[in-house]
Each structure stands twice: as C-alpha cells, then as structure tokens.
C-alpha cells in the first residue's frame, strides 16, 4: 500500500478511469463491404437505451469553448479530419468525421465489493458510457468514465486492477473468479441495481467454452453492450460481435493525490503503471529495473521539494496513468486543467493506437477465416476466396489512407506519448505483417490467374495447330468439295447440322486432350528425340490414365 510521510495512507483528492474495449462487428449484409452498424442503433425501440452524442464541436461560436480549440490544435491536420472532419469551406460541402458516437445514459453509478473483506464496497460516479462507431471499419470501441473524490489509493489500485475484465480467466478456492471484483453492479441515479455481475458462475462460463469454444461475457457487460449480443450465442439480434483482444479491458487512470506525489514509493508508481494489485511500500510487484527509462514519461515531473511536482506521465501500451498533485490548480481543477486534457486530448492518443491494433486484427482474423472457407478442389469456393481476398485489399488500402497515422501531433509531448503507445502496442509491425499476408494472398491470386491464363492459351494454340490441317485441306480443295447444288433445302441442313455436330466434337475432343498433345509437340519440335519416341507420344496421348489406387 502507498505510504506518505512514514504511516499515513496516502489518498486520492481525485481518481477518474476510463475504460476501453474494441470488440468486432459481423457483417450485417454478406453483398456489402461498408457496414454502417450504428444504424441498427438510431432506431427508436424500447429496448435500446443508446442516443447519438451530438458533435461537441458546435458550429455556433459561442458554443466554441477555449477547450475546444486546445485539444483541436493537438492533432496534426489530417487527424484533425479524421477526428472532426471538414467544416463549411468555400465551394464545398461539409464533410462529418468517419466517428459515430452512441451512449446510454440510464447508468449513474457502479458499486464496486472487493475480495478483500477489509476493502469496503464503494461507489463510483459513471461520467459516460459511449459506443465508438468507425465508418468503413467493422468496429466498435465500449468506453466506460468513472469518477470519485477521496478514494485510498489501494482503493484506486484494486478498482484498475478488476473492474476492467470481461470474463474470468480462473476461480479462487471460494468460488470467486480470479482478478476479478466479488461483484460488479450498475446503478440508476435512484440507486435500482440495473444488472449483477456473475463472475462466480464458473458452470456457464465453462459451458459456453465447452459448446461455442469462445468465451462469454460476464453478465454486467454483457446488459451494458444490449441490445448487442454475442457473435456466439443462441441470442438473437442483428448488431452480433466477438471478442478481439484480451479479456482485460486497456484502462486509463488519473490519480490527483491529497499530497505530494513524489513521496510515493517506486514500488506504488509500478503497480499504478503496470496495473497490478495494491501492496506494501517498497515492496516491488516483480522486478522492473529500466522502469524510469521505459514506462515513465517525465519531462514534468520532479523538481526541487520546496516546488510544485508536477506530473508523471506513465504508459504501457494497455494502461496510461497521469499522477499529480490535487492541490495543484494546473493539475487538478474541476472542468479544466490537466483533468480535461486526460478526458479528451490523452483519451484520443490512447484511443487511436488501440484502434490501429483492433482494426488490424480484424482484418488478420477475416483473412484466415476466408483461408478457413476455401476449399481448393470446388470452383465456386475458390472464385468467392478469390473475391473476399480482393476486398479485403480493398479494405486495408482504405483503411491506409483513412486511418493510418505514423504521427499524430507535432506537439513534443503528444508526439512522445503516443509513440510509446503504438510502441508497446506493436502497431508497425502488426501493420507491416498483415500487408505482407494480404500482398502474398493477392499475389498469388495473380500468379494463378497468370497460370490459367498461359494454360488457357497453350490449349488454345493446340487446337489452332491441329484445327490448321483440316484448314489448309479445304483451302486447298475449296468449299465445294461435294456437289450440294441438286439437294434440296432441307438435305443441305441436315449436312451442315452433321458437320457442324464432327467439327464441334472434334473442337472439343481436341481440347480435352490439348495437355497431351501440347507434351506431343513440345517434343516433336526436340529434334534431339528420334521418330520412335516422337510417335510413342503421339499414342501416349490417346491412352486413358489409370485411376489412383
């Protein structure tokens, strides 16, 4: 547990936590690559709680707040038409941002009961529960805001630690699932207990593995994601999804202490950046020797002790926590300060590598579940493997050039935050890795296009080669061969009908032997080979292979 000033427990004058969980769409329609899946959501039903959130960037001016324009000169431009799109420019119309966002705003609070017997249950205030919807992208990102004032640090510790998982990967001796809150729940403002988390149920967990052979979720989340339900399950609806990461939900915290941060112990900064949980000071988790160096971001933070401490900046990839002082104005003031860059401008440079990586490993899971389906020996399965292989092209290049960023700000602390995102992540070389797949998979299809192309072709020249001795017979004896001129009309067709029936069959014949006879020439033209073994190809081809045994 974190200590200040020898025994005292250190608390939090503000604790806020976001979390976020990328999950993957199904396609709603099998003919269309562009799913707009946040329409099923505009429909007014009683049993969908979600509401499009209005764009905050108002085209009123005096709605324009100074927070506003901040955290849109953050980004570089073309993140700004990402994230904001194009407002009204001469001669052109306004174009909306690719983000559809929906919340649902019947959760007011979650009551958190820890295993611990000695942590009290606690409630915490939900600022937002939103649906992030990307145009073009099979995705949606669940992010979930919560907030308290006066929170121990263990408090915060153990809430970052177990609130965020979906499902539990193991059950402790008593039945509780492992890493997980004893019980999760939602509650309205008057206090009604919406739905209960089940995470002690090991029976239907293991039995939707058993039958599904993919996890379920646990009974809170799955309430908080309807009217969406689960790609695999019996449940009926159109909006279905699947899991694509980890059951552990990427979190961000933000940790405003009563007093001087840097009286923390290094052991407490690790568990915070690390997102274990709570334990005693000075006592490390595991060992970290490069922690400094590799997980903490510190141009802000130190100083002299008679100064303010400024604040440290920490990120692993699946956590980003920001730690400061919460008598410090700059750091922690209700709607402004530091506290509104963590909500939106850190928000948006956590959010936009972990959708690089969800999208990423949509399209990896997609490109072999079209490699699942092909079966090489049924010409309809190869031609649709062959036409989702061209889409899925289709849609990493746009996904390249709507979404793909290597910089997202200028700014020398937004550039650096996000670069060690992207850097645990292992976004570049996820993207590297599925633009190799998609580029051999498409490569191949051309050589094997070029392959049938060539066969088509020799089989071709075959018939032309073979259909140029009976040419040149005609040609040579003309048309008028036999004396047709004394038959009458009905004769005439009757013999054009028989010639035309031998020529076509002989077309045919001809190319279904087109392969032997192209070996044939090939070695009638060798004229190291001798006339017995050119005229044992010859009948080498009219005689009919043995079936394997």
Not at 348 to 370: E, S, W
Request: aromatic share 12%; charged share 25%; hydrophobic share 40%.
């Amino acid at each position: 547990m974190g200590k200040v000033d020898g025994d005292t427990q250190c608390t939090l004058r503000h604790f806020r936590q976001i979390l976020l969980w990328p999950l993957q769409l199904m396609p709603l329609r099998e003919d269309s690559q562009i799913q707009n899946h946040w329409e099923i959501l505009e429909q007014d039903v009683p049993d969908n709680p979600w509401r499009e959130v209005d764009d905050e960037f108002t085209d009123d001016p005096s709605g324009f707040q100074p927070r506003h324009y901040s955290e849109f000169v953050t980004f570089l431009p073309h993140v700004q038409r990402f994230l904001y799109g194009e407002g009204k420019a001469r001669g052109a119309n306004p174009a909306e941002s690719p983000i559809r966002v929906f919340r649902r705003n019947d959760i007011a609070r979650v009551r958190c009961t820890y295993p611990d017997p000695a942590m009290a249950a606690r409630e915490f205030d939900i600022a937002h529960v939103d649906l992030y919807f990307f145009y073009d992208l099979d995705l949606v990102v669940l992010t979930v805001e919560l907030h308290g004032s006066d929170v121990p640090l263990a408090c915060a510790q153990e809430t970052m630690f177990r609130l965020g998982r979906a499902y539990p990967i193991y059950w402790e001796a008593n039945g509780d699932g492992g890493h997980c809150l004893k019980r999760t729940e939602w509650l309205r403002a008057d206090g009604t207990v919406l739905a209960t988390s089940d995470y002690e149920g090991q029976a239907r967990f293991l039995a939707h593995v058993s039958q599904y052979r993919a996890p379920t979720l646990a009974a809170h989340w799955d309430f908080l994601l309807r009217p969406m339900v689960q790609h695999h399950s019996n449940d009926k609806g159109l909006l279905r999804y699947r899991q694509l990461e980890y059951h552990r939900m990427p979190v961000m915290g933000y940790l405003a202490c009563e007093d001087d941060p840097r009286q923390l112990h290094r052991s407490d900064f690790v568990r915070l950046a690390l997102v274990t949980p709570p334990g005693e000071a000075g006592t490390m988790p595991f060992s970290v020797d490069d922690f400094e160096a590799r997980y903490c971001y510190d141009r802000f933070w130190g100083g002299p002790p008679d100064k303010p401490p400024g604040a440290r900046y920490m990120n692993c990839g699946e956590a980003f926590m920001l730690v400061g002082s919460g008598r410090q104005a700059y750091f922690y003031t209700p709607g402004g300060g530091l506290l509104e860059q963590f909500r939106h401008q850190y928000f948006l440079l956590f959010l936009i590598p972990h959708l690089h990586k969800a999208a990423l490993l949509m399209m990896a899971d997609r490109l072999g579940y079209a490699l699942k389906r092909m079966q090489i020996d049924q010409p309809d399965s190869v031609k649709r493997f062959k036409r989702e292989i061209r889409q899925m092209r289709e849609i990493f290049l746009r996904f390249t050039h709507r979404y793909w960023f290597h910089h997202v700000s200028d700014q020398i602390q937004a550039k650096d935050l996000y670069r060690m995102s992207k850097g645990f992540l292992g976004t570049e070389e996820l993207y590297d890795e599925v633009r190799e797949r998609i580029e051999d998979m498409a490569e191949y299809l051309e050589s094997d296009s070029l392959r049938r192309q060539a066969n088509t072709v020799v089989r071709l020249t075959v018939v032309t080669a073979f259909g140029l001795i009976g040419t040149t017979v005609t040609g040579y004896f003309g048309m008028n061969i036999l004396g047709l001129d004394q038959l009458g009309t009905p004769a005439r067709i009757l013999y054009f009908s028989l010639v035309l029936i031998a020529v076509t069959w002989l077309t045919f014949y001809t190319v279904m032997k087109s392969k032997g006879l192209s070996d044939f020439l090939d070695l009638l033209s060798d004229e190291r080979e001798n006339v017995r073994q050119k005229v044992g190809a010859f009948f080498k081809v009219w005689r009919r292979k043995k079936p394997p045994a």
